[in-house]
C-alpha cells in the first residue's frame, strides 16, 4: 500500500520519490529532503525522506533513508524531555506505576528467559550488563541462570528499585557513556528494547564493544520496520513513539553491527509473553483507535484468564551480535 505524506516547509523538493514494497516492507510516496545536514547514522547517505509530519502528534517528524531505511525523528528530543518521559508516569503502561506488580515481573521473566536461553547457545556464565535495565527483572532472570547481573538506567524511578534488589554497585544510574565499568570486563550485555531509544546507536554499539570481553557476545531486541505488525498497521503502527528515536530494520540493523566491529549471529523475529491485562493497561496509555477498544473488551471478556501469560510476535526482532576481532573501521 501507499501512504501519502504531506510536506512540511522546511522539506522543499522538486519531485517525489516512491519507496516501492520489497518482502515484507511498506511502500511510500516521500519528498527528498533537500537539507544536506541530515545525514543517515547508519549508512552515511543523504537520501532522506518525509514518512511523517508529526509522530503521535508530537513537534517530531518522522524521516527515512533511502539507502537502509533506517527511521529516526527529527529533531532528536533534548535530554530533559527524555528524563521526563521516563519517569514513574511511563511505568504505567506497564501496569506498575506503584512498583512492582507480579503478574507483570512473572510475564516479563518469561519473555527474558526465552531471550536468555538463546544468549546461552553462544556463551556460558559471567558478568552480564542489562543496559536500560528497567527495575531489573532481566537481571533476576540471568542470575538464576548462572550470570553475575550488572545494570544500567537512567531512570531516577527504575534505578532505585533494581539498586534495592542487586546493591548500587552493580546498578549504574545514568547512562552508557557514564558508567564506571572497565573495558572488557563482560561476557554478555543485553539491550531488550533499547537500541531504538538511544541518540547514537552507532556510538553505543562502539562503547558496548569496548566493555565486551573478546568474543562476547550482545543481545539486542527493537521494533522491526520490515515486520508484518508495520505492514499491517502502517502509520498507526504501535511501536511509534516519541521515545523512540530509531526504527531499524534487518538491514540497516546488520550495516550498523558491521559498523560497530560486530559479527551478525542471528537476526530472527522476537516473541514476547504478554497477558490480557498487560495488552489493556498498553494501549490505554498509548491510545490506538481499534486496538484500545479491543484490548478492553478481550480483557473483559477473559477476566478469568487476563494474566495468563500468552506467546506473541509483535513487530521486533531478536539480534545477536559477537564481537569481532579486527578493529572497526
Not at 552493580?170 to 573495558?183: C, E, N, S, V, Y
Not at 572488557?184 to 531504538?196: H, K, N, P, V, Y
Amino acid at each position: 500500500m501507499t501512504l501519502p505524506i504531506t510536506l512540511r516547509s522546511s522539506f522543499p523538493a522538486s519531485a517525489l520519490l516512491r519507496l516501492r514494497s520489497t518482502e515484507r516492507e511498506i511502500s511510500y510516496d516521500y519528498a527528498l529532503n533537500a537539507d544536506p545536514m541530515v545525514a543517515c547514522r547508519v549508512c552515511g547517505s543523504r537520501e532522506i525522506g518525509l514518512l511523517q509530519k508529526s509522530l503521535c502528534g508530537s513537534r517530531f517528524a518522522l524521516l527515512t533513508c533511502r539507502s537502509c531505511r533506517l527511521e529516526f525523528l527529527d529533531p532528536l528530543p533534548a535530554p530533559d524531555d527524555l528524563r521526563r518521559i521516563y519517569s514513574a508516569e511511563y511505568y504505567r503502561s506497564w501496569g506498575m506505576a506503584e512498583g512492582g506488580n507480579p503478574a507483570v515481573d512473572a510475564m516479563k521473566k518469561l519473555t527474558f528467559a526465552g531471550h536468555l536461553r538463546r544468549l546461552r547457545n553462544h556463551i556460558g556464565a559471567g558478568d552480564l550488563l542489562d543496559i536500560g535495565t528497567a527495575t531489573g527483572l532481566l537481571l533476576e532472570v540471568a542470575r538464576e541462570q548462572g550470570f553475575e547481573p550488572y545494570g544500567i538506567e537512567i531512570s531516577d524511578y527504575a534505578a532505585a528499585l533494581a539498586a534495592a534488589k542487586f546493591g548500587a554497585g552493580r546498578i549504574h544510574h545514568g547512562t552508557l557513556q557514564t558508567a564506571p565499568f572497565g573495558d572488557g570486563r563482560f561476557s554478555a550485555i543485553t539491550m531488550t528494547d533499547l537500541i531504538e531509544h538511544v541518540a547514537d546507536p552507532l556510538d553505543t554499539l562502539m562503547r558496548v564493544r569496548q566493555l565486551l570481553r573478546p568474543d562476547g557476545i550482545v543481545l539486542i531486541t527493537t521494533p522491526n520496520t520490515a515486520s508484518l505488525t508495520r505492514l499491517a498497521m502502517g502509520a498507526k503502527w504501535t511501536h511509534y513513539k516519541v521515545e523512540h528515536l530509531y526504527y531499524l530494520n534487518p538491514r540497516s540493523m546488520a550495516m550498523l553491527a558491521e559498523r560497530a566491529g560486530f559479527q551478525v549471529l542471528s537476526i530472527r523475529p522476537a516473541s514476547k509473553a504478554i497477558t490480557l491485562s498487560y495488552l489493556r493497561d498498553q494501549f490505554r496509555v498509548y491510545r490506538h483507535p481499534v486496538l484500545t477498544p479491543a484490548a478492553e473488551m478481550l480483557a473483559a471478556i477473559f477476566r478469568p484468564l487476563r494474566h495468563a501469560p500468552l506467546r506473541v510476535r509483535t513487530g521486533e526482532s531478536l539480534i545477536l551480535l559477537r564481537k569481532a576481532r579486527d578493529t572497526p573501521q
